[in-house]
């Protein structure tokens, strides 16, 4: 069955600092892999998606996220954050075939600290 | 551009009641599927359709049913409301097996209260 692990609940970063987001996935097949952003209350916001090709994936928002087969991994990365950056982060998986459900992580909830 | 469009934004009833929440997919999108988002909780899929037949079922307890129209919007509907089903609704709309093309977008919910 597919799932996504979110390992981190919360993460604290200061301002202006790097960031990094870790998604690990089980999938039997080639996974589509999605990040989402979600403020407090509001809906969810698609960062950036892969589906195939090159493995470093570039999003909105100054995101990127890495695929890494090996490690059945996606992990969001940013350069340096910014105080508006602070919400919950989705990572999540879905099939490459028709109709198919994607299934979310658990979520990381990130904070800036001034 | 257009987005996936959901009715009404909130709502709120009471314990026994029925809910009824409307979900309008971006044009040419022939896909829908309803998440339950509780407090705190990741999204949670309920169901979907494709083509007006149902393509999958999630969590989704016996009190809800859904369905999509010759339209292609999609009406999820609740009875005996409880207090547990308070929570935001999505609905996303994709167009299945188009390679890049494939690619949930959400509308922004409807945040239901049950009181």
């Known amino acids: 069955a597919q799932s996504v692990t979110q390992p981190d609940i919360h993460i604290t970063v200061s301002e202006g600092a790097s960031l990094e987001l870790r998604c690990n996935y089980s999938y039997g097949a080639t996974p589509y892999l999605f990040w989402y952003v979600q403020s407090p209350g509001q809906g969810l916001q698609l960062l950036l998606k892969?589906?195939?090709?090159?493995?470093l994936v570039q999003g909105i928002k100054g995101f990127e996220a890495e695929f890494k087969r090996s490690q059945s991994s996606f992990n969001l990365r940013k350069p340096s954050v910014h105080w508006s950056d602070a919400a919950e982060y989705f990572c999540a998986v879905g099939a490459k075939s028709s109709a198919s459900k994607i299934i979310f992580g658990s979520g990381t909830r990130l904070s800036i600290r001034p | 551009a257009a987005g996936v469009i959901q009715s009404p934004r909130h709502l709120i009833k009471e314990k026994r009641e029925t809910a009824t929440l409307k979900c309008y997919p971006i044009?040419?999108?022939?896909?829908v599927y309803w998440y339950q988002q509780g407090p705190g909780q990741d999204p949670q899929f309920l169901i979907s359709?494709?083509?007006?037949?149902?393509?999958d079922k999630g969590s989704i307890p016996d009190r809800f049913s859904a369905q999509q129209f010759s339209d292609y919007h999609s009406e999820l509907n609740m009875s005996s409301l409880e207090l547990g089903d308070s929570a935001l609704y999505f609905c996303?709309?994709?167009?299945?097996?188009?390679?890049?093309?494939?690619?949930?977008?959400f509308g922004s919910g409807t945040r239901l209260t049950v009181v």
């Open positions: 044009p040419r999108h022939d896909t």
């Open positions: 892969y589906f195939s090709g090159d493995t």
């Open positions: 359709f494709y083509e007006k037949m149902q393509s």
């Open positions: 996303a709309s994709s167009i299945p097996g188009q390679g890049d093309n494939y690619g949930y977008t």
